[in-house]
């Protein structure tokens, strides 16, 4: 049974339009240019939601080649080891500065600084500039002098959709793996085909049709089953240990779900979260309810155990 805190929170997220003395949720047309626009603007303005940045996190902006970042730290710690963070927001959205408070979190419970890397967006740059910005601030990361002992993947979403994708490119142009890989609701099949995208429609906090017009946006010109784009349909053969979760009412939980099935099968050591009547990214929402607590400390314990800390 969900807390009363998370039911809260849910009943809000779900009737926000509600607050804005709307009786129906605005329907979108996410084929409209000017949609897209409005949503990047919305995930900006919304940034604040997640809460302040704590006064013990420092950043500091870097710039690798043409590739915006930042490095979110402790204040008094090094940074030995890393979590390179994968934004989300539907690869049509997301800056750093949306993604500093929600990653300011991992940092804080790990006391592990993060990469967070500020990646191109479709439509102007659909595929493959998301994942060739991945590949390249990993690439970074190497050059700086770290271990891929030493460094964890986290991602959100469509971020944790890349995620799970660079890991399968990273695999396959012969570089070294990092020790582990966090995804939360991730994307991994942009053709849409898992039942939860029709079961859960009506209760998941996505816009109806935005998965849809995603797909398009962000493969392109390109097959949406192309392994580096949905990487459910990849070989997931010698991948480092991941950790699954997804929110029993999103859309996204079947794409969780079949990933965590077919790395399994695949001799993959993967563990898979369903939260029992959560919605998207609900671990993200730590500390608001207890279910989300509970899911940011084990992703900390599974970050901390596999980069040896």
Same mark, same amino acid.
């Given at each position: 049974?969900?807390?009363?805190?998370?039911?809260?929170?849910?009943?809000?997220?779900?009737?926000?339009?509600?607050?804005?003395?709307?009786?129906?949720?605005?329907?979108?047309?996410?084929?409209?240019?000017?949609?897209?626009?409005?949503?990047?603007?919305?995930?900006?303005t919304g940034?604040?939601?997640?809460?302040?940045?704590?006064?013990?996190?420092?950043?500091?902006?870097?710039?690798?080649?043409?590739?915006?970042?930042?490095?979110?730290?402790?204040?008094?710690?090094?940074?030995?080891?890393?979590?390179?963070?994968?934004?989300?927001?539907?690869?049509?959205?997301?800056?750093?500065? /949306?993604?500093?408070?929600?990653?300011?979190?991992?940092?804080?419970?790990?006391?592990?600084?993060?990469?967070?890397f500020q990646?191109?967006?479709?439509?102007?740059?659909?595929?493959?500039?998301?994942?060739?910005?991945?590949?390249?601030?990993?690439?970074?990361?190497?050059?700086?002098?770290?271990?891929? !002992?030493?460094?964890?993947?986290?991602?959100?979403?469509?971020?944790?959709?890349?995620?799970?994708?660079?890991?399968?490119?990273?695999?396959?142009?012969?570089?070294?793996?990092?020790?582990?890989?966090?995804?939360?609701?991730?994307?991994?099949?942009?053709?849409?085909?898992?039942?939860?995208?029709?079961?859960?429609?009506?209760?998941?906090?996505?816009?109806?049709?935005?998965?849809?017009?995603?797909?398009?946006?962000?493969?392109?010109?390109?097959?949406?089953?192309?392994?580096?784009? /949905?990487?459910?349909?990849?070989?997931?053969?010698?991948?480092?240990?991941?950790?699954?979760?997804?929110?029993?009412?999103?859309?996204?939980?079947?794409?969780?779900?079949?990933?965590?099935?077919?790395?399994?099968?695949?001799?993959?050591?993967?563990?898979?979260?369903?939260?029992?009547?959560?919605?998207?990214?609900?671990? @993200?929402?730590?500390?608001?309810?207890?279910?989300?607590?509970? @899911?940011?400390?084990?992703? !900390?314990t599974f970050?901390?155990?596999?980069?040896?800390?």
């Open positions: 049974m969900l807390s009363f805190r998370a039911r809260l929170v849910k009943f809000l997220l779900m009737n926000r339009h509600l607050l804005k003395f709307q009786i129906r949720k605005e329907l979108v047309d996410w084929n409209k240019y000017e949609s897209v626009l409005n949503f990047r603007d919305q995930v900006e940034a604040g939601k997640f809460g302040k940045l704590p006064e013990d996190i420092r950043i500091s902006p870097v710039n690798i080649d043409t590739l915006y970042a930042e490095w979110i730290m402790p204040a008094d710690k090094g940074n030995k080891k890393v979590i390179l963070y994968f934004h989300g927001g539907g690869y049509i959205s997301g800056t750093c500065k /949306s993604h500093q408070a929600i990653t300011s979190k991992f940092v804080k419970a790990t006391g592990i600084g993060a990469l967070l990646y191109r967006l479709a439509p102007e740059e659909p595929y493959p500039a998301a994942l060739n910005d991945a590949i390249s601030a990993y690439r970074w990361l190497l050059a700086q002098g770290f271990e891929p !002992s030493d460094i964890v993947f986290v991602g959100d979403s469509a971020g944790g959709g890349l995620c799970l994708a660079s890991l399968l490119a990273i695999r396959d142009q012969g570089l070294p793996l990092p020790a582990a890989a966090v995804a939360y609701s991730p994307v991994t099949d942009l053709k849409c085909t898992g039942e939860t995208y029709r079961t859960k429609a009506k209760i998941c906090l996505s816009p109806e049709g935005m998965a849809q017009a995603i797909a398009r946006h962000y493969s392109g010109d390109e097959d949406p089953a192309h392994p580096y784009i /949905s990487p459910l349909y990849g070989d997931l053969a010698d991948l480092p240990p991941l950790l699954i979760f997804a929110g029993e009412d999103e859309t996204l939980c079947d794409d969780a779900v079949r990933f965590a099935e077919k790395a399994e099968k695949a001799g993959v050591d993967v563990t898979l979260r369903i939260g029992e009547g959560m919605f998207h990214c609900y671990p @993200a929402m730590a500390p608001l309810f207890p279910e989300a607590t509970k @899911a940011l400390q084990e992703i !900390s970050v901390r155990t596999h980069i040896g800390c």
